[in-house]
């Protein structure tokens, strides 16, 4: 069984940075496509980034593009997610998922990822 365990959240000052990571057990790390959503109270869960099995590709969504990045460690089986220039918007739990597929495309759409860990709470304090 596929678990995730994402750290690194707290609070932070607009403009401050945060390192997020998610560390997997349960199976081989390398050949599936993982990505961070948010979800924020009252709001739907969102996809922030993801990043490629290969690693060799990344994604981001518009509110973030700039800002936050997305890296795999695969020898270490951890994903990051690199936020710097943090705005009160960002503010809201974020979440690590993965896929049960091996070698799939990276997705925006939550139900389309089998594995998800418990999350990690970012607030961002104006």
């Known amino acids: 069984q596929v678990q995730l365990v994402e750290s690194g959240g707290g609070l932070v000052q607009a403009g401050g940075s945060l390192r997020l990571s998610c560390a997997a057990s349960?199976?081989?790390?390398?050949?599936?496509?993982m990505a961070w959503f948010r979800q924020a109270p009252g709001k739907e869960r969102e996809f922030v980034a993801g990043?490629?099995?290969?690693?060799?590709?990344?994604y981001y969504t518009d509110s973030v593009k700039g800002r936050f990045t997305i890296s795999r460690d695969n020898a270490k089986n951890t994903v990051y997610l690199q936020m710097n220039s943090l705005k009160p918007e960002d503010t809201a739990v974020y979440y690590c998922?993965?896929?049960?597929?091996?070698?799939?495309?990276?997705?925006?759409?939550?139900?389309?990822?089998?594995?998800w860990g418990q999350g990690t709470q970012v607030t961002v304090s104006s």
């Open positions: 998922a993965t896929k049960s597929a091996p070698y799939g495309v990276t997705s925006t759409t939550p139900g389309h990822y089998d594995y």
């Open positions: 990043v490629k099995w290969s690693g060799g590709s990344t």
């Open positions: 349960g199976r081989t790390f390398s050949g599936y496509a």
